[in-house]
T-cell receptor, first 113, second 109 residues
Framework: DAGITQSPRHKVTETGTPVTLRCHQTENHRYMYWYRQDPGHGLRLIHYSYGVKDTDKGEVSDGYSVSRSKTEDFLLTLESATSSQTSVYFC????????????FGNGTRLTVT | GQNIDQPTEMTATEGAIVQINCTYQTSGFNGLFWYQQHAGEAPTFLSY????GLEEKGRFSSFLSRSKGYSYLLLKELQMKDSASYLCAVRDRDYKLSFGAGTTVTVRA
């Protein structure tokens, strides 16, 4: 299995508080992604990174920011959590964009009360 | 945006064959992926198609027709452990991967 670790695995927080989720990889892959998964919607891309300090928005980026200061770490921050951000968040990595599949971490279940 | 459609649920008997269809309309095409996801777990990669035709990998096969915007995943000799959600995903012209909502397959004894 690809070496991807997400932390924390579970988190409960209150509306309006900041939250940071961490993704750590040991594969030295260039590309990293954050998705959220909700019933009926499948996986939706929040942000992705194509290198250190190089990031771009996905289809549901509002309310989220990311940072990548090292190849191995990709952080997702909710500046002020809302109940609509209650979800399961998956980090994924890929070696390249052409032909290379995404490999997913085990997910973080976030509940915003 | 991207539009990827697959059935919500399918049920089949152990030992049988099930075919999960996926149709897509995306801005450009750079490959189609199938993933398996057991409840409460991460998606795991099953197959990849970028050219038309059939790719076979053990009990699982995946087919692609780019002109029809269509793919299917074929699961043969179904086992109880195949009960899971199966996700169709398409990589667009910008190499972003978009997912369908998933098909939950239930295998009955």
């Amino acid at each position: 299995d690809a070496g991807i670790t997400q932390s924390p695995r579970h988190k409960v927080t209150e509306t309006g508080t900041p939250v940071t989720l961490r993704c750590h990889q040991t594969e030295n892959h260039r590309y990293m992604y954050w998705y959220r998964q909700d019933p009926g919607h499948g996986l939706r891309l929040i942000h992705y990174s194509y290198g250190v300090k190089d990031t771009d928005k996905g289809e549901v980026s509002d309310g989220y920011s990311v940072s990548r200061s090292k190849t191995e770490d990709f952080l997702l921050t909710l500046e002020s959590a809302t109940s609509s951000q209650t979800s399961v968040y998956f980090c994924a990595i890929s070696e390249s964009q052409e032909g290379s599949p995404l490999h997913f971490g085990n997910g973080t279940r976030l509940t915003v009360t | 945006g991207q539009n990827i459609d697959q059935p919500t649920e399918m049920t089949a008997t152990e030992g049988a064959i099930v075919q999960i269809n996926c149709t897509y309309q995306t801005s450009g095409f750079n490959g189609l992926f199938w993933y398996q996801q057991h409840a409460g777990e991460a998606p795991t990669f099953l197959s990849y198609n970028v050219l038309d035709g059939l790719e076979e990998k053990g009990r699982f096969s995946s087919f692609l027709s780019r002109s029809k915007g269509y793919s299917y995943l074929l699961l043969k000799e179904l086992q109880m452990k195949d009960s899971a959600s199966y996700l169709c995903a398409v990589r667009d012209r910008d190499y972003k991967l978009s997912f369908g909502a998933g098909t939950t397959v239930t295998v009955r004894a």
